[in-house]
């Protein structure tokens, strides 16, 4: 993937995708994991590990999970 401009919402999809195939994996699924995967693919704008969280936590991908799975 080359450095492209991406949306908010094609951010948030980015931000699920990356964290989803790292947990499918096996491998480390947290904000900071996310955000150098997120760089390697050249994503721009790069989130925040802030608003990583907060898209995470708003799709229900977080720690503190609310029983609603995708």
Do not use: C, D, K, Q
């Not at 980015?14 to 050249?42: C, D, F, K, P």
């Amino acid at each position: 993937m080359n450095s492209t401009s991406f949306s908010r919402i094609e951010i948030e999809e980015i931000v699920a995708m990356v964290r989803l195939n790292h947990y499918n994996r096996g491998r480390t699924y947290g904000a900071s994991a996310i955000i150098h995967e997120m760089e390697s693919m050249g994503v721009r704008p790069l989130p925040s590990l802030r608003t990583i969280a907060r898209i995470l936590t708003r799709l229900g991908l977080s720690n503190g999970r609310t029983g609603h799975y995708l």
